[in-house]
């Protein structure tokens, strides 16, 4: 069994959050989770830190510098068929620049919004891990 380790970036600005949705394909190959909407974030790669990964994947699927606040979640995943764990470490983040525009890597991301709550997604596919992190006006 293996373990992977993940970083993502919930950034925030003002009231309102960063979601990127996944493309269907990523280099090539089909993408995980295709068509859902996400946090950028990423891989740790091997001796890398999760925080600098969180950077850098942040950097390298939109563009954006970011600062790096605290760890707001922490889950893990046994996947059967990989016989892999995977953690995800997701940080809460903040623009250091914000008139910075978002620049997204259309071989991993296809879209970019700006959301309020997660209910404006509501008709569409999000990532389990998003229900903890981003408020729902309509409970």
């Keep these: 069994m293996t373990h992977r380790l993940i970083a993502h970036v919930l950034l925030k600005q003002g009231e309102k959050w960063l979601v990127i949705k996944r493309s269907t394909t990523k280099r ?5 989770y ?19 990964a969180a950077l850098r994947e942040t950097m390298e699927e939109t563009g954006l510098t970011v600062r790096l606040k605290n760890i707001l979640s922490e889950d893990s995943t046994f996947d059967p068929i990989k016989e892999q764990v995977f953690t995800r470490l997701i940080y809460a983040g903040e623009m250091i620049d914000t008139t910075q525009e978002i620049v997204l890597d259309n071989e991993e991301h296809t879209a970019f919004r700006w959301i309020g709550d997660l209910d404006e997604l509501a008709e ?16």
């Excluded at 090539?28 to 995980?32: I, Q």
């Excluded at 295709?34 to 600098?52: I, Q, T």
């Excluded at 596919?125 to 408020?135: G, H």
């Design 28 to 32: 090539g190959e089909a993408n995980v």
């Design 34 to 52: 295709a068509g859902y909407w996400d946090l950028p974030g990423g891989r740790v790669e091997p001796k890398e830190l999760p925080c600098e």
């Design 124 to 139: 569409e596919k999000t990532l389990f891990y998003l229900d903890n992190l981003i408020p729902k006006i309509s409970i």
